[in-house]
C-alpha cells in the first residue's frame, strides 16, 4: 500500500508484521512522523536499540522530545530517523544506532534468523535467509 506525504513522494507502508511490530516496541517507536515500515524479522534488533538509548538517556519519559520518527528498511537494512537527541548522548546513541544496522544486514527481515544480503534481478537489496529468498 502507497500513499502521498503531500510533497509527492510516495510512502510505502505496510511491510508484514509492521503495526503488530511497533505496537510491541512501545513507549520510544510511538508518535512516529513518517512511520514504521519494517517487520517482526528485525523486532529483536529494536528491542535492544530501545533498551540501550533509554538506558543513555533514562527512558522515554525523561527525554520527552526524543523520539525515533521514523523506522524503515533503506538499501536492506533497517534505517532510523532520530528526532531531538539529547546534547550529552548523540555520540552515543549514533553508536547504538550504528550497531543496529550491521546487525539488521545480517538478520533476516522476515522472520529473524541469521541472513545475508541479496538483490533482486532489478537491483532491490534486502537481507534475507534461505528461507525467505525472493526468486
Not at 503531500?6 to 512522523?33: H, S, T
Amino acid at each position: 500500500m502507497t500513499g502521498n506525504n503531500g510533497g509527492g513522494l510516495p510512502i510505502r507502508k505496510g511491510a508484514p508484521g509492521a503495526k503488530r511490530c511497533a505496537r510491541a516496541l512501545r513507549p520510544g517507536f510511538d508518535e512516529m512522523l513518517w512511520g514504521f515500515d519494517v517487520g517482526d524479522g528485525w523486532r529483536e534488533i529494536l528491542t535492544d536499540l530501545r533498551a540501550e538509548i533509554a538506558s543513555l538517556i533514562g527512558g522515554p519519559d525523561a527525554r520527552p522530545g526524543f523520539r525515533i520518527s521514523q523506522v524503515k528498511e533503506k538499501y536492506g537494512e533497517v534505517s532510523f530517523y532520530l528526532r531531538s537527541a539529547p546534547a550529552p548522548q548523540p555520540d552515543a546513541i549514533d553508536a547504538a544506532v550504528l550497531r543496529a544496522e550491521v546487525r539488521s544486514r545480517l538478520t533476516c527481515k522476515s522472520c529473524g534468523a541469521p541472513g545475508a544480503m541479496k538483490a533482486t534481478g532489478s537491483g532491490y537489496l534486502y537481507t534475507t535467509c534461505a528461507t525467505h529468498i525472493v526468486g
